[in-house]
């Protein structure tokens, strides 16, 4: 089955810092997506993104999905940004990468 | 709002007790699925349902049961739990089995001792 890729795991900012968290798929991207795991454990959708770019407030995401890759931009970081990044594209069924943890320290 | 609902968000049961955790979901979606999450094993996929009365196994369906005889609900069965079921447990849904925006609902974190 597909395989996900998530880098890099971990990362620590200071806030007001710029970052960027890639995806890369072992085959088709289809229904990419980004989700943010908050430190209470919820999960939030933040980009349904097959193709192309979203912007959304200070986050942004990119799919080019004939390389196979998904970039995800988080701009003058807050320390409400904390959490895990994961990242999931649907084969058979959706497959999750294993997350990019970002601490953003004030 | 449109939302899925989980419920118990939390739970501490013993070891053989069978247990129901609820998945409601108002946005009339076909595709429905679980999944638990464990420290360092991800996200994993438990059993998903494409709609109504068609269910079929994740990557981790030992030990779970699940049904889906309406739409909105997609229960989760342990009926024996053990220990290693302890878990956080995620239902999640999308508009179409053919992929789609997912949305979560907000966990239950199961205990078995």
């Known amino acids: 089955g597909i395989q996900v890729e998530q880098s890099p795991p971990d990362l620590i900012l200071q806030e007001g810092a710029n970052s960027t968290l890639r995806c890369n798929f072992s085959?088709?991207?289809?229904?990419l997506q980004w989700f943010h795991q908050n430190p209470w454990g919820q999960l939030i959708n933040l980009f349904y993104?097959?193709?192309g770019t979203k912007q959304n407030g200070r986050l942004s995401a990119t799919t080019v999905a004939t390389e196979r890759y998904s970039l995800l931009y988080i701009s003058s970081s807050q320390t409400t940004d904390s959490g895990v990044y994961f990242c999931?594209?649907?084969?058979?069924?959706?497959?999750f990468g294993p997350g990019t943890r970002l601490s953003v320290l004030p | 709002e449109a939302q899925v609902t989980q419920n118990p968000r939390y739970l501490i049961t013993v070891t053989g007790k069978k247990l129901t955790v609820t998945c409601s979901q108002n946005?009339?979606?076909?595709?429905m699925s679980w999944y638990r999450q464990d420290p360092g094993l991800g996200l994993r996929q438990i059993y998903y349902?494409?709609?109504?009365?068609?269910?079929d196994k994740g990557d981790v369906p030992e030990g779970y049961k699940v049904s889906r005889k309406e739409k909105r609900n997609f229960p989760l069965i342990l009926e024996s739990p053990s220990p290693n079921q302890t878990s956080l447990y995620f239902c999640?849904?999308?508009?179409?089995?053919?992929?789609?925006?997912?949305?979560f609902g907000e966990g239950s974190r199961l205990t078995v001792l």
């Open positions: 349902s494409m709609n109504v009365e068609v269910t």
């Open positions: 085959d088709s991207v289809n229904n």
């Open positions: 946005m009339n979606h076909e595709y």
């Open positions: 999931a594209s649907y084969g058979q069924n959706f497959v």
């Open positions: 993104i097959p193709s």
């Open positions: 999640a849904s999308s508009l179409s089995g053919l992929g789609g925006e997912l949305f």
